[in-house]
């Protein structure tokens, strides 16, 4: 099939990438010309592990390519995929939704022949609607359906996550259009993942509910981690307790920081301001980004009773500054509220990220970044292990930082409390 992406940020890029994998022809579209004359190069603009691979093979192949021209790919394809950012509103709750309708306009410019307009945007319920009701301005509505499909992939796990979905959702009412996308999407149906098809506001809804739901779950988990704290229980048994029930389930239950990123705080905010303008009352989700928000406050609080409420001069080490491991990401990571914290109150701050030097932190005075665990850990008061890395599980912390009396705090819970004890370790985790 013959498909073009609107956008090449994490879901265009990647979706893009592998359907052109499953042998689609793709034509990845950015109105950015220096990002598609680097992916023309096969140079990935994010760190997606597998993705650069994957982009040179299709490439190579001529099933994958790269573009500037939105309305010749437009025109060349069956199927367009709407993938533009749906940042949140300055200051505000309600998504901005102004690049999802600029390309929709320019859609409705150029049909000539029937096309499916897939949004995978994560945008609010009755986007589709007002889609459709830009587009029949200038078409007829037998030339096109507008469908929600939306995206559940990880970043750090993009790839897998596009092969391997629990499930495909296809919003639309339209059998047509059903019928071609089950064909689309056979190849990742028939190694397990289920099929659903739902009224477009439905899935619309799903994606959000999806995404709140996750970010419950981790609050949920992360404020027992509070209270295990504080009746010397280990939070990690709880996690496994309540998760081998499989009506709960036992992934997303690991307690840490705030949750970040550019999803969920982003998708529940969204949440909260759809439920308003329908007058009705999320309150769960309501309370959930209050006491992500508060969560930061909270782990700074420790640190300063860690350190005797001597932060001051005190050699402080971050491993891990992005929001979660395997991506570059700071959208939304707590070490952007943590590090300027301890930077203010006279810490001499040192990261190490295995994705490098975060410009974020440019303008602080004493938080430096260095290239490897080594240097960043040598004589530090503290170590923070604030992401969940595979190279910092097995650091000899001893050998590394030569002092005496140094202490680590695992935001992350990889390592083991009894192992930290038998080396003399001074160990804080999260919830134990
Ligand atoms: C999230 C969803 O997991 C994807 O299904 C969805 O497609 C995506 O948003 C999106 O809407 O585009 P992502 O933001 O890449 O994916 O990251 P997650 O792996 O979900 O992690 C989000 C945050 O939760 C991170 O800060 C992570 O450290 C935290 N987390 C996750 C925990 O603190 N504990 C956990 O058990 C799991």
Request: glycine residues 6%; contains cysteine; proline residues 3%.
């Amino acid at each position: 099939m013959k498909l073009c992406m609107i956008g090449t940020g994490y879901v265009g890029l990647v979706s893009g990438v592998c359907f052109a994998d499953l042998g689609n022809d793709v034509i990845c579209v950015d109105k950015d010309l220096s990002k598609i004359n680097s992916l023309q190069k096969s140079i990935i603009p994010i760190y997606e592990p597998g993705l650069e691979e994957l982009v040179r093979k299709n490439s190579k192949s001529g099933r994958l390519k790269f573009s500037t021209d939105l309305s010749t790919s437009i025109q060349k394809s069956d199927i367009i995929f709407i993938c533009v950012g749906t940042p949140t509103k300055k200051n505000k709750y309600e998504a901005d939704l102004s690049q999802v309708y600029s390309v929709a306009n320019i859609i409705s410019k150029n049909i000539k022949s029937f096309k499916i307009i897939i949004n995978k945007s994560t945008v609010p319920v009755m986007t589709g609607d007002k889609l459709e009701k830009i587009i029949s301005k200038k078409i007829k509505k037998n030339l096109f359906s507008v469908v929600s499909n939306p995206e559940f992939l990880r970043e750090g796990e993009a790839i897998r996550d596009f092969i391997y979905p629990d499930r495909v959702l296809i919003g639309t009412s339209d059998k047509r259009s059903n019928r071609i996308l089950k064909n689309l999407y056979s190849p990742l149906i028939s190694k397990g993942a289920k099929y659903l098809n739902t009224s477009r506001r439905a899935a619309e809804l799903i994606k959000y509910a999806s995404n709140a739901f996750l970010a419950t779950k981790i609050t949920f988990i992360n404020e027992l981690a509070n209270l295990s704290e504080k009746l010397d229980i280990n939070i990690e048994d709880v996690s496994i307790g309540i998760g081998s029930d499989k009506r709960i389930g036992s992934r997303f239950l690991r307690a840490g920081p705030a949750y970040g990123g550019s999803c969920f705080p982003k998708d529940t905010r969204a949440l909260v301001y759809t439920s308003k303008a329908s007058k009705t009352n999320l309150s769960v989700i309501e309370t959930v980004i209050k006491s992500n928000n508060k969560r930061s406050d909270l782990l700074l609080k420790r640190i300063n009773s860690i350190l005797n409420k001597k932060i001051k001069n005190k050699k402080i080490t971050f491993l891990g500054v992005t929001f979660k491991a395997n991506t570059d990401d700071m959208r939304e990571s707590s070490s952007l509220k943590m590090i300027p914290y301890l930077n203010k109150r006279g810490a001499k701050i040192r990261y190490y990220d295995p994705t490098g030097k975060k410009s974020e932190f440019d303008k602080f005075k004493n938080v430096n970044y260095k290239p490897n665990i080594k240097e960043a850990c040598v004589n530090s008061d503290l170590i923070i292990i604030h992401t969940e890395w595979n190279e910092f599980k097995l650091i000899d912390l001893k050998r590394i930082v030569k002092k005496r009396n140094f202490i680590v705090y695992d935001m992350r819970n990889i390592y083991s409390p009894e192992k930290m004890r038998k080396q003399n370790i001074k160990y804080f985790g999260v919830g134990r």
